[in-house]
Structure formats: C-alpha cells, structure tokens
C-alpha cells in the first residue's frame, strides 16, 4: 500500500530522472532468479543526490511520525536500504540497526549489526520489494533475536502478487512511498516509453517468470 497519492508520483519521477529505475522492454535484464525483465531497481542510487534522498528521508520519516508513537527502533535491510535507514533513523532521533541476508561466518557471525534488546519494538525499512523473500528473511532474522515487528516500510515494490502474499502471511503491515502503477504513471506522462511498451510493462508483472 502507498502511503499518498502524490509521493507515489513524486517518488517514481525522481526515480526515474537519476536512472535509478530503468525501463527496457526491447532489452531485458535478467535477474539472479533467472527471470527475464524489463526493469532494473538500483534505489541506492538516490544517496549520491541529496534532493532526492532527502525528499526520500523526510516523506519517510514525517509517515513514521504519524503512524507511530511508541519506542522503537530503525532497521534497515542490507545492503540497500542501510542508508536511507540511518538517514531516517537520524532525522527521528532513534536508534539503527540492520540486518544481513545470513550470519557472518567469521568474528562474531552476526547477521544483525547494532544492538537490539530481546523485547524491543522494530520498525524495518526496506528500499526494495520484489518476491518479499529477502525481506521477510531480515523480519524472521529480528524474530528470531526477540524484536517486535512494528511493520515495514519501502522505498518502492514492484507489487507482484506473491509478495502480497508473504507479508500476509507474515501478518507483517508494509507500506511504500511508490509502486509499479506510479512508475508507469511517470514514464508514460515524461515520454520515457510509449503507450504500447506500457502494455508490455504491464504484462511482465502480472506473470514476471514466464514473460519474454
């Protein structure tokens, strides 16, 4: 679920004008699953502008402000959404951790980095959201250390229908500043692809594994 209307676009313009989002239906990408696609995230991308990560940062965390009051904690999720959690975290005042996607096999072996005390309220934040598998391996990993889950927060998800799933089945609440009907929204209304190529756009999410 997007959290306004109107930070969805902003968020998926921005997006699009640093390349941190691209869109190639002629050319797709291939993903480490294997999957053929016609769009590449990279939201980390975003820190090397300051107007866009702090626009980033502040819809964040003024959402955060709104919807929660309690003592709790920024997670981010590594690598992605380590950044654009401590900014958040910063702007808050709170308290940061993050999560790997497993154990370090040496040192220590953490997977979470920072301290997290069994009982504690977790907010995580998440810059991506594809299958959801990765992040709800980092909400399982918090779980695990005796977190309390307040919820998950996103720069942007692709909005398949099996992470919708997941996170159901998780009974784990995630909003996002944007999502694919946005993005679309945005690259049709700058020219960046035309009315046919949305269709295919279209097409590639309702059945990402067998497009192409």
């Known amino acids: 679920m997007i959290i306004d209307k109107k930070i969805a676009n902003q968020t998926a313009k921005y997006l699009l004008q640093i390349n941190a989002i691209k869109l190639n239906p002629e050319n797709p990408f291939t993903w480490a699953s294997g999957w053929k696609s016609p769009i590449y995230c990279d939201n980390r991308i975003a820190l090397s502008y300051p107007k866009v990560r702090n626009?980033?940062?502040?819809?964040?965390?003024?959402?955060?402000?709104?919807?929660?009051?309690?003592?709790?904690?920024?997670?981010?999720?590594?690598?992605g959404a380590i950044g654009i959690g401590i900014l958040v975290a910063q702007e808050l005042d709170l308290p940061f951790i993050y999560v790997r996607p497993e154990a370090k096999k040496h040192g220590q072996k953490n997977q979470i980095e920072g301290v997290l005390n069994y009982g504690q309220k977790v907010l995580v934040i998440e810059d991506l959201i594809s299958t959801g598998k990765s992040s709800l391996n980092a909400v399982k990993a918090l779980k695990s250390n005796g977190a309390?889950?307040?919820?998950?927060?996103?720069?942007?998800?692709?909005?398949?229908?099996?992470?919708?799933?997941?996170?159901?089945?998780?009974?784990?609440?995630?909003?996002?500043?944007?999502?694919?009907?946005?993005?679309?929204?945005?690259?049709?209304l700058s020219g960046k692809i035309s009315t046919e190529q949305a269709e295919n756009l279209k097409l590639w999410r309702k059945d990402p594994s067998n497009w192409k």
């Open 148 to 188: 309390e889950i307040l919820g998950m927060m996103a720069l942007f998800t692709y909005g398949f229908s099996l992470s919708f799933d997941e996170f159901e089945r998780e009974n784990i609440k995630l909003k996002t500043l944007s999502d694919y009907k946005h993005l679309l929204d945005e690259a049709l």
């Open 55 to 79: 626009f980033l940062c502040n819809s964040l965390a003024k959402t955060i402000k709104q919807e929660f009051s309690d003592n709790f904690i920024i997670a981010g999720v590594a690598t």
